[in-house]
């Protein structure tokens, strides 16, 4: 069965707005990351967050991770039309941190909307 | 720098038929991983490489599904026979080594059972 569930699933908003979502997860992790996926594309790495960690910041990306409460949200600021896409989490085991294996959420779908 | 290059994009077959797909690592990436992603879903590990040794196939169903990776490079993923449910986007991804932090995903193959 697969780590993380995200919420909301899908979510809709205007260009120039901001996106939250959230992942949780169910077993201790060494770290976890957020992955964007377009229409017809593959997976592209966006930002990785490790259990030490509590914010990380990346361009006009903003994660954050509770260890506490298993859960990550994933921030997208002024967002724009290309940033339209399907945003997964996925997370690293403490068991798997040798392997780097990572279990991947069910995603959110964003559109945004021009 | 290349990215990871999959063949074919696309695939219809009838159910209980075989079939390949291919994939082509970034140079120099020692660890490959073949996902299974079903439509509204994450992707899923189905095997893991480091070099041309298997590290993690705990999720390939072994009486249909082989995989192999000879010279450590590129590496093909078989389904035979295929069942409906094997409908799925089939992505294969590198790293530089295992426990590495970021993986590479290439465009994938959809792979339609009749």
């Known amino acids: 069965s697969q780590q993380g569930e995200e919420d909301p699933q899908a979510l809709s908003i205007q260009e120039g707005e901001n996106a939250t979502m959230n992942c949780s997860y169910k077993?201790?992790?060494?770290?976890l990351q957020w992955y964007r996926q377009n229409s017809g594309r593959g997976l592209v790495h966006l930002i990785l967050?490790?259990?030490?960690?509590r914010e990380k910041h990346s361009g006009r990306l903003r994660v954050t991770l509770d260890t506490s409460k298993k859960s990550s949200s994933l921030l997208i600021t002024a967002s724009r039309a290309a940033d339209t896409a399907s945003y997964f989490c996925?997370?690293?085991?403490?068991?798997?941190?040798?392997?780097?294996?990572?279990?991947f959420g069910q995603g959110t779908t964003l559109q945004v909307k021009p | 720098e290349a990215g990871v290059a999959q063949s074919p994009r696309y695939k219809i077959i009838e159910k209980r038929q075989s079939v390949a797909f291919w994939c082509n690592p970034i140079?120099?990436?020692?660890?490959l991983y073949w996902y299974q992603q079903i439509l509204g879903q994450g992707p899923k590990l189905l095997i893991q490489?480091?070099?041309?040794?298997?590290?993690?196939d705990s999720q390939l169903p072994k009486d249909r599904f082989s995989a192999e990776r000879l010279k450590g490079v590129d590496s093909t993923l078989k389904i035979q026979p295929a069942k409906l449910e094997d409908s799925a986007v089939y992505l294969c991804?590198?790293?530089?080594?295992?426990?590495?932090?970021?993986?590479?995903f290439g465009p994938g193959t959809r792979l339609t059972v009749l």
């Open positions: 991804a590198s790293s530089r080594g295992q426990g590495s932090n970021e993986q590479f």
């Open positions: 140079s120099g990436h020692a660890t």
């Open positions: 490489f480091q070099n041309n040794g298997v590290v993690d």
């Open positions: 996925a997370t690293v085991g403490r068991g798997s941190s040798n392997t780097g294996k990572l279990i």
């Open positions: 077993t201790s992790i060494n770290n």
């Open positions: 967050i490790r259990s030490n960690e």
